[in-house]
């Protein structure tokens, strides 16, 4: 129960609503003013000129003109980030995490996005961010359609939202608190908050019109009108009634960290702290499975505190583990945020006020004034003139005798006139996005030309495009929070995938947290195990598609055998057609040269290994020749020692080295047993009859005869 004050306040709605206007004091005022200022600017439509100012002009019958060079930069910058689709991956970390269950766990999250929209969010985020300096996401579950609840993203207004006025970093874990303020009817209040919250709501007798005029606030955008005394008496229709339901009340969602005793999950093995209450039973039971203990610790809490001006509707710890509002600033420097458009208003009104001047100038060149004697004209008087003097083909009749009518000169355009206007232009180039951007090149220059140059310009884009990045990671790790708790009982998706061989589109039915009774576990349980998160881009469709498609004819040319399957799923046609294509496709016939050249390949493989044992027997043969060679002439030099000089000097003038160490000297005296014994020739090799005493001569004799002979053929006794 909250405590009543004298003055009508509780505490705590006291301290949502101080908070309120603390935030306010510090900045978002201001904010605010400038952020209407940077809508109208990108608009346009009469909002690029301040309503003092076209007043003047309109006195004064000088035009007001606006040549609107903002929306067509931001609508490209805008295009180039629909045309960049981001992709949620998941690998695993720790835990009961596995490659599996990241790949289900990534499926998920894609099925989640495509269900709540997400591009098209992300578009109004960007957007946001762009022209108004920030953008914020508000993710949480809504349990309305499901009452097992469905993720759900909102895209808020800027000006709604009051970021901690103290803090300076991007991560929202950073801030101390976030207020989303608003103007909700008793209905709304009960839809949000319960009926509970409206009767208190309704008690307070503090409604006022959603107009903010008490606050000193700039009007939101809406589709009305509510300047009043231009557009009709609005105020006519609203009724004092207590049962008038277009009564509204200020709303101050105020979520603040506190720091607090808290019951927690231990993890020994990673030291990791987890809060209790932040986990569902399944991850308790898997955490004291892997050791885990219960202990109190200090740690951080979101308290979630709702309130009215003077009656609090909502006080509660939240059930998320972070704020719901994810930011993204498009330029971020520690607390200082702006858009693409701020540096673009002083351009534009200069441009602006070029043009009107340049085109006021010329119409007073056409109706300058006359200079007329008095009672000079015979066919109109002077008012006449003044009305009809500039008109094409006049004719002034003047009395004779009388100075004739003449025109008076206009001024001259002033010299720079032109050049501020060219000037002015170029600056809001420089500060949004160049020429080549749009593909305004010319058509002189070629599609590729063009391409390459939309890439370059690009690097204009890359600090939005960087912080983009970093809301999306932001965003996706609070998916998979969001998921591992809330999407922890049975449920069943149709997942649509691509066939990698036909390229056709393939509907599955996808289970999680099924409990089969055999194991008594969970199959595809994606409660349990940590993830860490990948983001990814995809490049611009068509500059992305083109490449991949040049490259794969590319290496078609040069002998890559890229299938005709790949080379279709690459093509700019229609899925439709490429599956048509696909289904219809025929497998080309065998080249029947490409058997023949492997034939041919195998054949000359064939050829080498023969020529290289022919080259190996060579090889051997040579070194046995050599070895025989070599024991020949060391039986010649054992039996005659004198050769040995001759023989040196034979091989030194046929340019032979001698070897290092040198080999054994024939004259050094040879241990016993080395030596080479004599043979006795026979004289006479009759095998029939051979003389006595001398050997028979037999066959194994004549043997040894002839030009090759396994004896010392050298010697000769």
């Not at 004719?395 to 009518?405: A, D, F, I, M, T």
């Not at 884009?461 to 990671?473: E, F, G, H, K, S």
């Not at 001759?646 to 000297?665: C, K, R």
Request: hydrophobic letters at 35%.
């Amino acid at each position: 129960m909250t405590k009543q004050t004298v003055s009508g306040f509780d505490d705590v709605a006291r301290e949502n609503w101080h908070r309120y206007l603390y935030g306010k004091d510090r900045g978002h005022l201001q904010y605010m003013e400038q952020a209407r200022k940077c809508e109208g600017m990108y608009l346009g439509g009469g909002e690029q000129w301040a309503e003092a100012d076209k007043t003047v002009l309109s006195r004064q019958k000088r035009p007001f003109y606006e040549f609107n060079e903002i929306m067509p930069s931001i609508n490209s910058a805008v295009g180039y980030q629909i045309q960049n689709r981001m992709d949620i991956a998941f690998r695993p970390r720790g835990g009961e995490s596995d490659m599996d269950k990241a790949t289900i766990l990534s499926k998920v999250v894609k099925q989640v996005c495509d269900q709540i929209a997400l591009h098209w969010h992300e578009t109004q985020l960007y957007s946001d961010g762009l022209i108004e300096q920030r953008g914020y996401y508000d993710i949480r579950v809504n349990f309305d359609k499901n009452i097992k609840g469905e993720i759900e993203v909102e895209t808020l207004d800027p000006m709604d939202v009051i970021p901690d006025p103290d803090a300076k970093n991007y991560d929202p874990d950073k801030w101390a608190d976030v207020i989303i303020t608003r103007w909700l009817s008793l209905g709304q209040i009960e839809q949000r908050y319960g009926a509970k919250a409206r009767d208190k709501a309704e008690q307070t007798y503090d409604s006022s019109a959603d107009f903010g005029t008490l606050d000193a606030e700039p009007d939101r955008n809406k589709f009305g009108n509510l300047v009043q005394g231009r557009y009709g008496l609005y105020d006519a229709y609203t009724n004092s009634n207590d049962t008038d339901n277009i009564k509204r009340y200020r709303i101050v969602d105020r979520q603040k960290f506190v720091y607090e005793q808290t019951p927690c999950m231990v993890y020994p093995e990673s030291g990791d702290i987890k809060i209790i209450a932040d986990m569902t039973t399944a991850q308790l039971a898997d955490a004291q499975a892997r050791g885990a203990v219960k202990a109190s610790r200090m740690r951080k809490r979101i308290r979630w505190t709702v309130s009215t001006y003077c009656a609090t509707l909502f006080d509660e710890y939240s059930p998320y583990e972070h704020f719901t509002i994810i930011p993204y600033f498009s330029y971020f420097r520690r607390g200082k945020t702006r858009g693409m458009v701020d540096n673009a208003i002083g351009p534009q009104e200069a441009l602006n006020k070029a043009v009107s001047q340049f085109v006021h100038i010329i119409n007073s060149s056409a109706n300058s004034g006359w200079v007329v004697e008095e009672n000079s004209l015979t066919n109109m008087d002077t008012d006449e003139l003044t009305e009809i003097g500039a008109m094409t083909g006049l004719v002034l009749e003047h009395k004779k005798g009388s100075n004739q009518p003449t025109k008076i000169q206009p001024n001259q355009v002033p010299t720079g006139v032109d050049r501020l206007i060219d000037r002015a232009t170029q600056a809001l180039k420089d500060v949004t996005v160049p020429d080549s951007m749009r593909g305004l090149q010319g058509s002189s220059v070629s599609g590729v030309a063009k391409q390459a140059d939309q890439f370059a310009s690009q690097q204009q884009l890359a600090i939005p495009q960087d912080n983009l990045a970093y809301t999306r990671l932001l965003l996706a790790k609070r998916i998979i929070k969001l998921v591992q708790r809330y999407y922890d009982s049975y449920r069943v998706f149709k997942i649509t995938d691509t066939d990698p061989i036909t390229g056709k589109e393939i509907e599955t039915l996808l289970e999680i947290n099924k409990f089969v009774p055999e194991t008594g576990s969970y199959f595809n349980d994606l409660t349990i195990g940590t993830y860490d998160v990948v983001i990814s881009e995809q490049p611009m469709h068509v500059t992305f598609a083109n490449s991949q498609f040049q490259q794969a004819l590319e290496m078609r040319k040069e002998g890559v055998a890229i299938p005709d399957a790949t080379v279709i799923r690459y093509s700019n046609l229609t899925n439709k057609d490429k599956h048509e294509i696909l289904a219809n496709i025929q497998p080309a016939p065998a080249d029947p040269t490409l058997e023949a050249k492997a034939e041919l390949l195998k054949a000359q493989a064939r050829k080498t290994d023969a020529d290289a044992d022919t080259s190996i027997a060579n090889k051997v043969k040579i070194g046995v020749e050599s070895a025989y060679a070599s024991m020949q002439a060391g039986q010649v030099v054992a039996q005659i020692p004198q050769v040995a000089p001759i023989a040196d000097a034979i091989m030194q003038s046929a340019g032979y080295q001698a070897p290092n160490p040198a080999g054994i000297d024939p004259n050094y005296p040879q241990p016993q047993g080395m030596a080479v014994p004599q043979v006795n020739q026979p004289t006479n090799t009759d095998p029939v009859m051979p003389p006595a005493p001398v050997m028979p001569a037999t066959p194994g004799i004549g043997e040894m005869a002839g030009i090759e002979t396994q004896r010392p053929d050298g010697v000769r006794v």
